[in-house]
């Protein structure tokens, strides 16, 4: 799991059927080494509804296509919390 900020959303004209329904949003890692000036960002699969501004919990991998929600779907990063603290 990382520790990410929602820093912006992408809309997609076309998508695979199995990601109809999936809001695709720009994470930026929270922590990361800064590289030439800037975080690491990261497109996540929101399954909460996070907005902008917002800290989230993200998983990458196979544990992203895992979940109870995602079930087999071709994404690399999913949202899984939207913390309240961090």
């Given at each position: ?37 800037n975080?690491?960002?990261?497109i ?9 501004g ?15 929600i ?6 690399d ?6 913390l309240?603290?961090?």
């Amino acid at each position: 799991m990382e520790l990410a900020k929602v820093v912006g959303q992408i809309w997609a004209t076309q998508k695979a059927e199995s990601m109809k329904g999936y809001k695709l949003l720009i994470t930026e890692l929270i922590g990361d080494q800064l590289i030439d000036g800037n975080r690491k960002r990261i497109i996540a699969a929101d399954t909460l509804g996070a907005g902008m501004g917002e800290n989230v919990l993200i998983v990458k991998g196979s544990s992203a296509r895992a979940g109870e929600i995602t079930g087999v779907v071709p994404i690399d990063a999913t949202i899984i919390a939207i913390l309240d603290e961090k």
